[in-house]
């Protein structure tokens, strides 16, 4: 029997399906293109109707288990389906949300940006990648300039590790001051302490928003610094 269904989720989507609920990020894509870079839209969250024979459906159920920190919670249960050769869409109902990707000549994937949060994703550390080292250094350079170019739009470094990519890209092209910071915590109330995830960014976040690129030590994320 074969139905017309409505499907949530992530799907791989056109340009042109993406631009008729979003027209809005047309001239950031143009800018793109005229400054000879590449950009694919990635992580399309969209509701899509499709035709599907409910009949020839294999269904699935996976349980998730809490996480680590979060062992005393219950876990939760996922249906899925193997539908085969994938549906086509019938029709685009909306599209939520998705991510730009952006490459340079000699570097795929330099940069991948979040335009509803403005927000940078990721930035390519290319340094340690395998290769001549003059090969890095002109592909560092490349993804250096799409960096500073999304800084100068206004858009975020999203997280610790977005801000710790940028900073090295930073130190190499533009030779900033640079000084060491110690810092003393001591635990006022045990209950209110994040991981040291949490704290990173948090941390990260604040000197950031006050022009400060700060890198701090790697700890087990899981865990609270509490000694």
């Known amino acids: 029997m074969r139905s017309e269904i409505k499907l949530k989720g992530s799907f791989s989507l056109s340009e042109k399906d993406v631009l008729e609920f979003h027209s809005w990020i047309g001239p950031l894509l143009e800018e793109i293109?005229?400054?000879?870079?590449?950009?694919?839209?990635?992580?399309?969250?969209?509701?899509?109707?499709?035709?599907?024979d409910l009949d020839e459906l294999k269904f699935n159920l996976k349980y998730h288990p809490p996480r680590l920190e979060?062992?005393?919670?219950?876990?939760?249960?996922?249906?899925?389906?193997?539908?085969?050769?994938?549906?086509?869409?019938?029709?685009?109902?909306?599209?939520?949300?998705?991510?730009?990707?952006?490459?340079?000549?000699?570097?795929?994937n330099a940069a991948e940006i979040d335009p509803f949060k403005r927000e940078i994703k990721s930035i390519k550390d290319v340094l340690w990648s395998f290769g001549e080292e003059v090969d890095k250094l002109s592909k560092a350079r490349e993804v250096y300039e799409v960096a500073r170019w999304l800084i100068e739009k206004e858009f975020k470094l999203a997280?610790?590790?977005?801000?710790?990519?940028?900073?090295?890209?930073?130190?190499?092209?533009?030779?900033?001051?640079?000084?060491?910071?110690?810092?003393?915590?001591?635990?006022?109330?045990?209950?209110?302490?994040?991981?040291?995830?949490?704290?990173?960014?948090?941390?990260?976040k604040f000197f950031y928003e006050r022009g400060l690129l700060v890198e701090l030590k790697n700890r087990d994320p899981f865990r609270k610094p509490i000694p």
């Open 33 to 52: 293109r005229n400054r000879g870079w590449n950009y694919e839209l990635s992580d399309v969250e969209a509701e899509v109707l499709v035709e599907l």
């Open 70 to 108: 979060d062992f005393e919670k219950e876990g939760t249960y996922e249906i899925s389906a193997e539908v085969g050769e994938p549906p086509a869409a019938l029709k685009i109902l909306s599209v939520e949300s998705f991510k730009v990707r952006i490459s340079t000549k000699n570097c795929w």
């Open 159 to 204: 997280n610790d590790y977005v801000i710790k990519d940028y900073k090295k890209l930073v130190e190499m092209f533009e030779k900033p001051y640079k000084f060491t910071i110690t810092l003393e915590i001591a635990v006022e109330d045990e209950n209110k302490v994040p991981g040291w995830k949490e704290l990173k960014e948090e941390l990260s």
